[in-house]
Nanobody, 126 residues
Framework: QLQASGGGLVQAGGSLRLSCAFSGFTFDDYAIGWFRQAPGKEREGVSCISSSDGSTVYADSVKGRFTISSDNAKNTVYLQINSLKPEATAVYYC?????????????????????WGKGTQVTVSS
């Protein structure tokens, strides 16, 4: 029901746009987040967007370089990643949770998500 795509190998300083296509539910009253997990590290919440009011939240480590957006007509949430650094190398996942209202930072912990998608690998070379 969720499928992340758009990952790849990119040089440091480059950009990628990840896509999260969802099906089986409407975006109404959901929040969709992006998470990543690097080898040997715990999962980290990156960003989240609310369908009900379009509010967004970002991890401090990505503020100013990552932008989350949605295209409800295409049932897709995007994550634009700019100024990539090698430490951004990870598998990126998207997840959805039934949610109404302004997103909060604690959503980035990833607990209680209703749906998780398969990830897409992002590798940043130095």
């Amino acid at each position: 029901q969720l499928q992340a795509s758009g990952g790849g190998l990119v040089q440091a300083g480059g950009s990628l746009r990840l896509s999260c296509a969802f099906s089986g539910f409407t975006f109404d009253d959901y929040a969709i987040g992006w998470f990543r997990q690097a080898p040997g590290k715990e999962r980290e919440g990156v960003s989240c967007i609310s369908s009900s009011d379009g509010s967004t939240v970002y991890a401090d480590s990505v503020k100013g370089r990552f932008t989350i957006s949605s295209d409800n007509a295409k049932n897709t949430v995007y994550l634009q990643i700019n100024s990539l650094k090698p430490e951004a190398t990870a598998v990126y996942y998207c997840a959805a949770v039934h949610y109404v209202g302004r997103v909060r930072a604690d959503l980035l912990r990833g607990y209680g998500m209703d749906y998780w998608g398969k990830g897409t690998q992002v590798t940043v070379s130095s």
